[in-house]
């Protein structure tokens, strides 16, 4: 069998060259594998061989979808402990960098769909950019993310481009960048409809033939003098530290190489290598590189022994409540109708204005069209009262309504006289039993949990979990959905209250609860309940448990335990002093803007003295005995995740991706169970 041709050239009678970029039609995107690497290598030889016959050359992808999507990580991966492989990996790369860059003649990068890592360097060290205007071509950096920091360039192209404050941005704060975005930014120099893509590049080609290259490539630099270089970057290096407590260091190696910009490009390449293979040799880099194969494991592992189903047609969610009206915005973005049920029409009016806002970002951010948005607002049917008929036209129904077992056990059971008998209905439950709601449905082998995260429509994890009656074909059913919202699904062997994350995360926050409220003594005393925040926080968890606590509110908080200590005896501790959280109405967490902070515009501002007074006064305590409680409270959350596993529930890896996916559990670390 012949070669892959990753790069197919065509020439017009102006001796204009079109370099077609395609990784095949077995994969959606392109990516930069060592050997796309090498043949446009070799492609660049025999260009700048007979120059003299070149006018430009433009790159375009042969996926209208996917410029690139940057290096192939799992090459990366496979040479991490190898630093002088990916040292000579890295030494090729940039030698082909400077070919293009150093080029005769113009070439010009026209792109269409992704244009992420390596692909945007491979456009930034092009000598003009043209962006497709739609909403699928979309600018990132997305390597920090992973632990290291763009190797081909980025850190000393992308300042020179766009100055060095929004390059802050992309790389360090991994802004997406919509074309519209890339245009202001002057990351790209012009736009064009699909059609006329490749025209309009080489068209700007013969614009920069016709000025001199060297001013052209370098216009949009940020004049700033070095001294205010330098105020940026520390700056920077403050805010990150301030923000990551020096759990994610590749942003700190990327300030350090965004900071050669002004010098030559050779040299800011070599502190840029230099910088990439001291990321790739950190903890951090391997745990998130782990983190980003267990989430493509997830996404692709065939959960269950049954052939592939459609996606569903007409999506019912019963409820419109926080929960409810997030998953149907979440289903109306994989572009799949939605009938969206309440009894109370307030709940309905507040659910449409919430989908019409978000349509609303979206199109402000480039990622819809005005004509996508109001299509897809239209997929959007609603219905409130007493019936439930207008549920009788979906093919799969997600329930949301109230956590209690006989409101669900009446609302099913009204809800199944108006389905098909094929329809499957998933619950929504964060924290019963399957198998105890699946006594008020007629037909159990249609039933099944479809666990959302607050917020459903961002939050990227779908926890799945049958009965034992349910039948492989709903889970496929429900997986089919999952995948076509591009959420990650995680299916469980068997049921369980609270599936993963909150059987786990209940322990996080009740052992927390319960030693910020001891009783003062020799041998046991509070802590501090801002200490023990900051602890984890330090340890790279999102946010801290008495902050969680105050986002799901006292009331529900303690709800969610009662039901947890039902179906766990003895895992939680006994909480005396958690009515007395519950006493002042007006302090019941983020929802009344108060709790164990003080809330404005959603966010904790800062502690709420007034809280110790519902607790107990409370002694400055030192870092030693909150790191105490920390490591107590984490050995209780290992031991339910090690329960997990010993009943067959799920195995280790995937309740580290559960609990980043669904927690934001400590990804530097891979999670509760990691390595680290």
Not at 62 to 74: L, N
Not at 366 to 378: D, F, I, P, S
Not at 498 to 524: H, Q
Request: proline share 5%; glycine share 8%; aromatic share 6%.
């Amino acid at each position: 069998m012949s070669e892959h041709r990753f790069w197919k050239a065509d020439a017009d009678d102006d001796r204009n060259v079109v370099l077609h970029f395609d990784c095949g039609p077995d994969t959606r995107q392109n990516t930069l594998k060592s050997e796309a690497l090498k043949q446009l290598s070799e492609t660049m030889d025999v260009l700048l061989g007979k120059c003299h016959d070149v006018n430009s050359v433009v790159i375009v992808s042969a996926k209208p979808d996917s410029f690139c999507a940057g290096a192939d990580i799992g090459e990366i991966k496979s040479m991490a402990n190898n630093s002088a492989a990916v040292g000579n990996f890295l030494d090729e790369a940039h030698k082909l960098l400077l070919k293009i860059r150093r080029a005769p003649f113009p070439i010009v990068a026209a792109v269409s769909g992704e244009c992420l890592g390596g692909g945007l360097e491979l456009a930034m060290i092009c000598h003009g950019r043209v962006a497709a205007d739609t909403p699928r071509t979309r600018f990132a950096l997305p390597e920090t993310s992973l632990g290291i920091i763009p190797g081909f360039g980025g850190t000393q192209m992308l300042p020179r481009l766009v100055g060095l404050q929004k390059a802050l941005e992309v790389i360090v704060g991994q802004k997406k960048l919509s074309a519209g975005d890339a245009l202001r930014y002057k990351l790209v120099d012009r736009l064009a409809m699909p059609a006329e893509l490749v025209s309009e590049a080489k068209k700007l080609a013969e614009t920069i033939r016709e000025r001199d290259k060297d001013r052209w490539v370098r216009r949009g630099v940020e004049r700033l003098p070095v001294i205010g270089n330098a105020i940026v970057l520390s700056m920077a290096r403050k805010k990150i530290l301030k923000e990551t407590h020096g759990n994610y260091p590749a942003l700190l190696y990327a300030l350090d190489a965004m900071s050669q910009f002004v010098r030559p490009l050779e040299a800011g390449l070599r502190t840029e290598k230099q910088k990439f293979l001291d990321c790739l040799n950190t903890d951090q880099a391997k745990n998130l590189m782990d983190v980003f194969f267990l989430r493509k494991e997830a996404r692709s592992r065939k959960w269950v022994d049954h052939p592939s189903v459609e996606c569903p047609k007409c999506v019912g969610v019963l409820g419109a409540g926080v929960m409810g009206r997030g998953i149907a915005y979440a289903v109306l973005s994989a572009n799949v109708p939605v009938v969206l049920y309440d009894p109370y029409p307030q709940a309905i009016h507040a659910a449409v204005i919430f989908v019409a806002k978000l349509l609303m970002k979206e199109v402000k951010r480039g990622k819809l069209t005005v004509e996508q948005a109001m299509k897809r607002r239209n997929l959007l049917t609603t219905a409130w009262g007493t019936s439930l008929r207008p549920l009788a036209k979906t093919d799969f129904v997600i329930e949301a309504v109230l956590e209690d077992v006989a409101v669900k056990h009446k609302v099913l059971a009204e809800l199944d006289k108006q389905l098909g008998r094929d329809v499957v209905v998933a619950t929504n439950t964060s924290s019963l039993l399957p198998s105890d709601i699946v006594e008020g449905f007629p037909r159990p082998e249609y039933f099944c949990a479809m666990h959302f995260f607050n917020p459903a429509h961002v939050m990227d994890l779908v926890e799945i979990a049958g009965h034992p009656g349910t039948s492989p074909y709903a889970i496929a059913r429900t997986l089919a959905l999952t995948k076509a919202m591009n959420k990650t699904p995680v299916v469980l062997k068997k049921e369980c209250s609270g599936l993963i994350v909150n059987r786990i995360l209940i322990n996080y926050l009740a052992w927390a609860l319960f030693y910020v409220s001891r009783k003062n003594s020799d041998a046991e005393a509070a802590v501090n309940p801002w200490d023990l925040d900051r602890m984890f926080e330090r340890m790279g968890m999102m946010m801290g448990p008495l902050k969680t606590v105050d986002l799901i509110g006292f009331d529900i908080g303690q709800h969610v335990m009662e039901l947890s200590a039902n179906y766990y005896p003895g895992h939680l501790p006994e909480i005396s002093r958690l009515p007395n959280l519950l006493k002042d109405k007006t302090m019941l967490g983020q929802k009344t803007g108060k709790g164990f902070y003080l809330w404005q515009n959603n966010k904790p501002v800062k502690p709420n003295a007034d809280i110790l007074n519902l607790l107990q006064p409370m002694a400055s305590l030192d870092d030693e005995w909150a790191r105490l409680v920390v490591g107590a409270i984490m050995g209780k959350m290992k031991k339910e995740a090690q329960e997990l596993i010993d009943e067959g529930v799920i195995d280790a890896d995937m309740i580290d991706l559960s609990m980043i996916l669904g927690a934001g559990f400590s990804p530097g670390r891979r999670g509760l169970l990691g390595r680290v």
